[in-house]
C-alpha cells in the first residue's frame, strides 16, 4: 500500500525548543531559587489535564498567578515569555520539506498541546498553509501515545493507517503508531530524519 500522507510533531520537531534557561529573569524578579520555582510549577497541573483539554488557558494563566504570587502586569509578561519559549524557534528547512512533499502527499501535524497553542503557533509560522489536519491533543481530549489519536489522525484524512508516516521525536509516541499499523520515523536530526522519511516514501512508492 503506496504512502500517501507524513504526519509531523511540532515541538522538538517543526519547532526547536529549549529547557527552562527562559526562566532565569523570573528567579531574580521573584526571588526564588530553582527548585522553588519548578516545584511551583509543577503545582499549575499536577495531573496532565492541559494536554487533553481540561484546563483553559485562562485557567491555568489563574494557576500560575496563583503558584508564583504574580501581579496582574508580571502575570501577562510571564505568559508572553512562556509562550516564546513553548514556541521555540521553526526549523525552516523542515518546514520547507514538509512544502515540497504536497501536492504529491498529504502534510498534516499532530501535537500534544495546550489551550492557546493554535493561536500562538499560527501567528507565528503560519502552519495551516501547509498541513491539514492539525489536530492539537487538547481540542480533541487525546494525547500521544493513545493509539485513539493516531486513528482519529487517519480518519480525518480519510486514509488507512498503513498509507501514513508519523515524524515524532518522542520514541513512545513512535512506537504508538506503530502499534496501530502507522510507518513512524522517530527524530534525530535534520539529515537523518528525512533520509528516513524518503527512503519510506520511495519504498512505497
Known amino acids: 500500500m503506496s504512502i500517501k500522507a507524513v504526519v509531523f510533531d511540532i515541538g522538538g520537531v517543526l519547532e526547536r525548543v529549549g529547557g527552562l534557561d527562559w526562566t532565569g529573569s523570573w528567579l531574580t524578579r521573584l526571588g526564588l531559587g530553582q527548585h522553588e520555582f519548578e516545584a511551583a510549577l509543577a503545582q499549575v497541573d499536577p495531573d496532565g489535564q492541559i494536554e487533553i483539554g481540561r ?10 498567578a496563583e503558584v508564583l504570587a504574580l501581579t496582574d502586569d508580571q502575570l501577562d509578561a510571564f505568559m508572553s515569555d512562556m509562550w516564546n519559549w513553548y514556541c521555540g524557534e521553526l526549523d525552516v528547512e523542515l518546514m520547507t520539506f514538509a512544502d515540497s512533499l504536497r501536492p504529491a502527499y498529504r502534510t498534516a501535524i499532530l501535537s500534544n498541546s495546550a489551550d492557546g497553542a493554535r493561536r500562538e503557533e499560527q501567528a507565528r509560522y503560519g502552519f495551516a498553509d501547509v498541513f491539514d489536519p492539525i489536530i492539537y491533543s487538547h481540542e480533541v481530549g487525546l494525547a500521544k501515545p493513545d493509539p485513539r489519536i493516531y486513528s482519529l489522525t487517519c480518519e480525518r484524512m480519510g486514509l488507512e493507517p498503513q498509507e501514513v508516516v508519523l515524524l515524532d521525536d518522542v520514541a513512545a509516541n513512535v512506537e504508538g503508531a506503530h502499534e496501530i499499523g502507522m510507518h513512524a520515523v522517530l527524530w534525530k536530526d535534520m539529515p537523518e530524519s528525512i533520509a528516513a ?6 519504498d512505497r512508492d
Open 197 to 202: 522519511v524518503r527512503a519510506l516514501l520511495e
Open 55 to 64: 484546563m483553559t488557558e485562562q485557567q491555568y494563566r489563574q494557576r500560575y
